[in-house]
C-alpha cells in the first residue's frame, strides 16, 4: 500500500462515484420510489399486492425461477467432465479450449439467438430433417416453446460454468489424484472425492452467475420464445414499452433486482472468500 | 482410460453444442430462397449483398460504433484512476467502493435500462443518445475497473516508489511507469468492454427509437417484420468478426482470464 492524501484520493475516485451515484443509484432509487408512492394516495405497497397476486404474474415468476434451476443443473452436469478434461490438458490446448468456449458470451446475443431458430423454426434443421425421414408430415412447433427457451439459454450460460469450473480445478494439483489412486480409489471415486469437493468453489459461484443470468435474460426469451413463453425480462419489456404499465414495470423491476441481489449477499454470507 | 474418454466425450459434445448453431447459421445466410430453411435450397449470395444495401443496418451500426468508443473511453478514463485507488491505496469505504462499482454488472441490465428510461427520458426530458451513451458507460464501468484492477495486481508497487522517491510527481509516475506498465490490462479492458457495448440489447432496448437504434436493437426489429436470411448473412459477419478478435485477444492479452 503506497500513502496517500484525501485529495489526490478524492481525484482518483470522484469521477466513477459521480457516475454510479447519478446514473446508476439515482435511477434505480427512482424506479422503487415509483413503484411505492402513488401521488395523492401517498406511500403504499398497492402496486406489489395487486401486481403479486395477479396468477398470470404468478406462471411467469415460477417459470422463469425453474428455467434458471433447470439451466444451472444442466451446466453443471455438462461442464463438469468437459472443465476437467480441459483442466487437464496441455497450455496450449487451454487456451485454445478456453478461447472458442468464451464464443457464446461475446457474439452479438441477436446472432448467436437467431442460431436456434436456424435449427428450430418451421423450415429449420430438426423439422426438414424429420420430414426428410418421413417421421412427420406437418412441422413441430419447436419455436416459441419452453425447451426453446432452455436450450437457448444453455448455450449462453455453459461458458459462465466452464469458466468458472476450470480455474477452481486448475488449482487441484495432480499429485492429490495420484496419491488417492495409488491408494486403491478408482478414478471415479477420484473424481466424486476429490476433484468434486476440491472445485466446489468454483461450482458454487458459477450456479450463482448461471442462475442470476438465465433468470434476467431478456433476447434468449424474446426470440425463442416470444409472447407465447414469457419470463419476468420479456415481461418487464412488455408492460413498459408495449402496454405502458409504469406501475406493474417497476413492480417487476424491483422483484428481479430484490431477486439478484438476495443471491449475491447468499453467497457473500455462506462463502465470503469468494467474492 | 475408460474414465479420460467419458471427459473427452462429453467436451466434445460441449463443444458441438457451443459451436454447432454457429456453423449452421454460416451456411444457411447462402441459401437461395426468400424464407429461411435448412438445409439451404440453392447458392447465392445476395443476403450478402442485402446486408450492405439496407440502409438502416449502416445507421445504426454506425450507431454502434459510435456508442461503444464513447462509452469504452469514457470507462477507462473513468474506471481506471478509480481501480488504481482501489488496488494501491487503502481507506476507509475502501470495500464498500468495490461493490458499488461493480454492481452494475450485478443488477439486471433490462431493470437499469428501464430506470434510465424512466428517470431521464420522461421525467427530465434528456436527448435519448445521451442518455444511450450514459447507460452504456455505467454498464461498461465495472467491466474496466475489474480488469484494469487485475493489472494492476500484477504489477510490483516498488517501482512507483522508486520513481516518486526519486523527486516524479504522482500523477507524472501514473502516466510515465504505472500506465505503460498495464498497457496490456487496458487493452483487454478496452476490448471486453466495446463489445459489450457493441452486443448490448437491455440497456439499448428501451434508449432507442425513432431514428436511433443500435445494431442489435436493429436486428431484432428486422426480425419481426421479415424472415428472409439477411439476419442469417449479417449474424454470420458479427460471427466471423469477433472470432477473429477472440482469438487474437487469446493469443495476445489472454482475455478469457477477464471474462
Known sequence: MLSHTPRWLLVLILPALLSIGAFFLLPLGFILLESVYLGDKGVTLHQYFSYLSDPKFHTIFFRTLKFGLLVTGLSAILCYPASYAISRTDQHRKSLLMSIVILPLMTSPVARTYAWMVILGRFGLINQTLKGLGLIREPLRLLYTEGAVIVGLLQLFLPLMVLNLVSAMENISPELEEAAQSLGANPWVTFFRVVVPLSADGLVMGSVLVFTGSITAYVTPAILGGTKILTLATLLQQEAVVFMNWGGATVIAVVMTVLTIMLYLGIRTFRPRMV | ?259
Open chain 2, 1 to 259: 482410460m475408460k474414465s479420460s474418454r467419458f471427459y473427452l466425450a462429453v467436451l466434445v459434445v460441449l463443444y458441438l453444442f457451443l459451436l454447432g448453431p454457429f456453423l449452421l447459421i454460416f451456411v444457411a445466410s447462402f441459401g437461395s430462397e426468400p424464407i429461411m430453411t435448412f438445409p439451404p435450397k440453392g447458392f447465392s449470395l445476395r443476403w450478402f449483398v442485402k446486408v450492405f444495401t439496407v440502409r438502416m443496418f449502416l445507421d445504426s451500426f454506425l450507431t454502434s460504433l459510435w456508442i461503444g468508443l464513447a462509452s469504452t473511453l469514457s470507462a477507462l478514463v473513468i474506471g481506471v484512476p478509480a481501480a488504481y485507488a482501489l488496488v494501491r491505496y487503502s481507506f476507509p469505504g475502501r470495500s464498500i467502493l468495490e461493490v458499488l462499482f461493480a454492481s452494475p454488472a450485478v443488477i439486471p441490465g433490462l431493470v437499469l435500462g428501464f430506470s434510465l428510461l424512466r428517470f431521464f427520458v420522461l421525467i427530465g426530458n434528456f436527448p435519448i443518445q445521451l442518455g444511450l451513451y450514459v447507460g452504456h458507460t455505467v454498464i461498461l464501468l465495472p467491466y474496466t475497473v475489474r480488469v484494469v484492477s487485475a493489472a494492476l495486481r500484477n504489477l510490483d508497487p516498488s517501482i512507483e516508489e522508486a520513481a516518486v522517491s526519486l523527486g516524479a510527481h504522482r500523477v507524472r509516475s501514473f502516466f510515465l511507469v504505472v500506465l505503460p506498465n498495464i498497457r496490456a490490462g487496458v487493452m483487454a479492458a478496452f476490448i471486453l468492454a466495446f463489445i459489450t457495448s457493441f452486443n448490448n440489447v437491455p440497456i439499448s432496448l428501451f434508449l432507442t427509437g425513432p431514428g436511433i437504434a443500435t445494431l442489435p436493437i436493429q436486428m431484432l426489429i428486422y426480425m419481426e417484420y421479415y424472415f428472409d436470411p439477411t439476419i442469417a448473412a449479417l449474424s454470420s459477419i458479427l460471427i466471423v468478426i469477433t472470432v477473429l478478435i477472440v482469438q487474437g485477444a487469446e493469443r495476445g492479452l489472454g482475455i478469457s482470464q477477464y471474462v
